[in-house]
């Protein structure tokens, strides 16, 4: 009787974790919700500056179909060219 109780409650844990790991693989993720680059701490205070970004590849898109090495260039782009830039998502575009 006791190894029937086991195996019921092995189940019933083993089906809820299993649950609960496999819906966040399934889930889809709403790309509105993920942060957006923290800019302000790539802009210049001096306006003669040019901006040294890290030679790091971490791709953000932003809307105009754009893909950035990392949201450093996009930020710098986004600060010279016009807050008609915005970020989409973090990934490559399209």
Same mark, same amino acid.
Do not use: R
């Given at each position: 009787?006791?190894?029937?109780? *086991?195996?019921? $409650?092995?189940? #019933?844990?083993?089906?809820? #974790?299993?649950?609960? @790991?496999?819906? /966040? $693989?399934? +889930?889809?993720? %709403? $790309? =509105?919700?993920? !942060? +957006? &680059?923290?800019?302000?701490? *790539?802009?210049? @205070? %001096? !306006? ?6 890290? %030679? @790091?590849?971490?791709? @953000? ?8 090495? =990392? /949201?450093?260039?996009?930020?710098? %782009?986004?600060? /010279? *060219?016009? &807050?008609? $830039?915005?970020? *989409? +998502?973090?990934? +490559?575009?399209?």
């Amino acid at each position: 009787m006791a190894a029937f109780s *086991y195996t019921i $409650i092995f189940f #019933l844990a083993s089906s809820t #974790l299993a649950h609960t @790991v496999f819906s /966040e $693989i399934f +889930k889809p993720h %709403d $790309i =509105n919700k993920w !942060p +957006k &680059p923290p800019c302000k701490m *790539y802009y210049s @205070v %001096d !306006p003669s500056y040019t901006s040294q970004c890290p %030679d @790091v590849t971490s791709y @953000v898109c932003a809307t105009n179909g754009h893909t950035y090495q =990392n /949201e450093c260039f996009f930020c710098v %782009d986004q600060w /010279e *060219y016009g &807050p008609h $830039i915005k970020f *989409y +998502k973090y990934g +490559k575009c399209g």
